[in-house]
């Protein structure tokens, strides 16, 4: 799906404006991944596509799991640095399925910001519908680490 700047999603916000994230590698391969602004906190989009096919017409637990972590890896992020944050803890409960065509949307919170640590939550959505709930712990790296090298 390309249109990016139409509701994409039942009770979308007509004034969300879907922009595309820029792929790291292993993004790419999930599909386009989409941010928004709603009522001023970001919201990330993906539609669910026949590869992501579980083998029952809905999404594959891994693809909503490896969407809400790279969500939450992007919140993590700090903007005023070069730092990046790795995943060291992630664990998702699964509510209920998302079917091949429907669209994703993940927005997540800071519970507590540490010097190194950072603790998140994020609930991933269809429709309003909960898809899944999930949280996790991401950790500074140093600058070294942090340049991509693509």
């Known amino acids: 799906m390309s249109d990016t700047n139409m509701p994409v999603a039942q009770g979308a916000v007509a004034d969300d404006v879907w922009t595309a994230i820029r792929p790291s590698r292993f993004t790419?391969?999930?599909?386009?991944?989409?941010?928004?602004?709603?009522?001023?906190a970001r919201v990330y989009g993906m539609r669910v596509e026949?590869?992501?096919d579980n083998s029952t017409g809905r999404a594959h637990g891994g693809l909503v799991m490896a969407f809400c972590d790279?969500?939450?890896g992007q919140?993590?992020?700090?903007?005023?640095?070069?730092?990046?944050?790795?995943?060291?803890?992630?664990?998702?409960?699964?509510?209920?399925?998302?079917?091949?065509?429907?669209?994703?949307e993940v927005s997540c919170e800071r519970i507590e910001a540490g010097r190194s640590m950072i603790i998140m939550r994020g609930t991933c959505r269809?429709?309003?519908?909960?898809?899944?709930?999930?949280?996790?712990v991401w950790k500074r790296s140093s600058k070294k680490y942090a340049e991509k090298d693509w």
């Open 28 to 40: 790419g391969l999930l599909g386009e991944m989409l941010v928004a602004r709603r009522n001023g």
């Open 50 to 52: 026949d590869k992501h």
């Open 70 to 72: 790279e969500v939450m």
């Open 75 to 104: 919140e993590a992020h700090d903007p005023s640095t070069k730092d990046i944050f790795f995943t060291v803890n992630f664990e998702c409960q699964f509510v209920s399925g998302a079917m091949i065509g429907d669209f994703l």
């Open 126 to 136: 269809s429709a309003g519908r909960v898809v899944a709930t999930c949280a996790g």
